[in-house]
């Protein structure tokens, strides 16, 4: 997965938003601590913080998957709403000290 993410990377940024937002789809609806689930989020986590900003050049590949989880900060399910926390504190630890969330995002 890691490999075909890298290629369309170099291809189509929106692509690769496109196949991390149906990843995100399938781990918010898996409740359970899965070892598959939790490689999953894993990799979700780590893979904007492993990628250059230049991926998108308006913001971080980061705050466009925040902006994906933000509407389900809420859900009725508790299950969804411990994957939405745990991946927003993933994203949020594994940004460096330089990173910036957008204005818009923190509103």
Same mark, same amino acid.
């Given at each position: 997965?890691?490999?075909?993410?890298?290629?369309?990377?170099?291809?189509?940024?929106?692509?690769?938003?496109?196949?991390?937002?149906? =990843? @995100?789809?399938?781990?918010?609806?898996?409740?359970?601590?899965?070892? =598959?689930?939790?490689?999953?989020?894993?990799?979700?986590?780590?893979?904007?913080?492993?990628?250059?900003?230049?991926?998108?050049?308006?913001?971080?590949?980061?705050?466009? @998957?925040?902006? @994906? @989880?933000?509407?389900?900060?809420? =859900?009725?399910?508790?299950?969804?709403?411990?994957?939405?926390?745990?991946?927003?504190?993933?994203?949020?630890?594994?940004?460096?000290?330089?990173?910036?969330?957008?204005?818009?995002?923190?509103?």
């Amino acid at each position: 997965a890691l490999g075909k993410l890298r290629t369309w990377s170099a291809q189509d940024p929106g692509t690769v938003l496109e196949a991390l937002a149906e =990843a @995100l789809q399938h781990v918010l609806v898996h409740t359970k601590r899965d070892p =598959a689930v939790e490689r999953l989020v894993s990799f979700l986590v780590a893979f904007p913080a492993t990628q250059a900003e230049d991926l998108f050049a308006d913001s971080s590949l980061a705050n466009h @998957l925040i902006e @994906l @989880l933000l509407p389900y900060h809420n =859900a009725k399910d508790k299950g969804v709403r411990f994957r939405v926390c745990q991946l927003l504190t993933g994203f949020m630890n594994s940004l460096g000290e330089d990173a910036e969330i957008s204005d818009d995002l923190f509103e």
